[in-house]
């Protein structure tokens, strides 16, 4: 079995090393593509050296741009790769805009196409990444879902014939990671003594109005405990656009973390403050409490219990102290995302289908 796997952005790779060791561990044909949508070294590079994931084969560089410029930038480029290589599969990955290039490229050229972490919904079409994600679900032949709910909405859309539930792969690495992290004792540099929170803030719902951004930022900076900002580009360039001063009260600024340096920062804290929804997840699962920034969740999983508090308008802002200090209360009873064995699930299900073909 030959698989393309097509990735861009930090979630992206993540999801891949579980996916990379796990079809090693299957004798399968793997290149990898990477689009080079994150192109900066601390948003992509360190995530291949730190979760030991294989080079990419082919790297496109396409850097940034607007949605529709940097998604067409894609997908000449992505046509040609996967006409060379003819896989069996072309297997992308989430919602960003290298996913929904992929997509499109493959289906043009009539390749087989598998789509990870399928069936997610915000049920707000103002994000990017929705559009991204629905259309990868109806373009693609074969559904990869993480959760029941996922599962629920394909169904709901009439694709339930073409999808599996197989687990969710961040749960492979984050229960991997953790371990690992626990057995070292990590501490990542430049994380305060005591009690801090861990933040990261980059959707633009957040980063685009200047007066909910300058909001947002006053909010952390009057916790009462440090808050370590774990500043992505885009905020920091729309900070420094609209004269926001990131750096002051209670905030930490730092720049993004090698992926088991962030889990253990996320351990070591009292909470987590977020728009991202995979470090929703990763709080869930390394059991601290999260206080998300944003109107939905896809996860609505970690609302259950209390365990992630949405905050949608600056008003709820008045609370994020009280939410993000909560604290974790008990562990959580249910496992909605699998046990950690979510991609040699992924890989027996591409094997399935590929030999059930016609």
Known sequence: MKVLSVVGARPQFVK????????????????????????????????????????PDVHLAVGSGSHGAQTGAMLGPLEAVMDEHRPDWVLVYGDTNSTLAAAVAAVKIHLPLAHLEAGLRSFNRRMPEEHNRVLTDHAADLLLAPTQVAMDHLAHEGLAERSVLVGDVMTDVCFRVRDAVAASGTRPA???????????????????????????????????????????????????????????????????????????????????????????????????????????????????????????????????????????????????????????????????????RP
């Open 190 to 356: 430049g994380v305060p003594d005591g009690e801090y929170l861990v933040a990261t803030i980059h959707r633009a719902e957040n980063t685009d109005d200047p007066a909910r951004l300058r909001a947002i930022v006053a909010a952390l900076a009057a916790l009462p405990v440090p808050l370590v900002l774990l500043a992505h580009p885009r905020l920091r360039a729309r900070c420094a656009e609209h004269g926001i001063d990131l750096a002051q009260g209670s905030v930490v600024v730092a720049d993004p973390l090698p992926y088991p340096e962030m889990v253990a920062a996320v351990m070591g804290s009292v909470g987590v403050v977020t728009d991202s929804g995979g470090l929703q997840k990763e709080a869930f699962l390394l059991g601290r409490a999260c206080a998300t920034l944003r109107t939905e969740t896809e996860w609505v999983e970690t609302l259950e219990g209390g365990w992630n508090v949405l905050l949608p308008d600056e008003a709820d802002l008045a609370r994020l102290a009280q939410v993000a200090l909560r604290g974790p209360g008990a562990l959580p009873q249910a496992t909605p995302y699998g046990s950690g064995d979510a991609a040699d699930r992924v890989v027996r299900v591409l094997q399935d289908a590929l030999e059930g």
């Open 16 to 55: 891949l090393a579980p996916i990379a060791e796990a079809l090693g561990r299957a004798g399968a044909e793997h290149v990898i593509v990477h689009t080079g949508q994150h192109y900066d070294p601390g948003m992509s590079d360190v995530f291949f050296a730190d979760l030991r994931i294989p080079a």
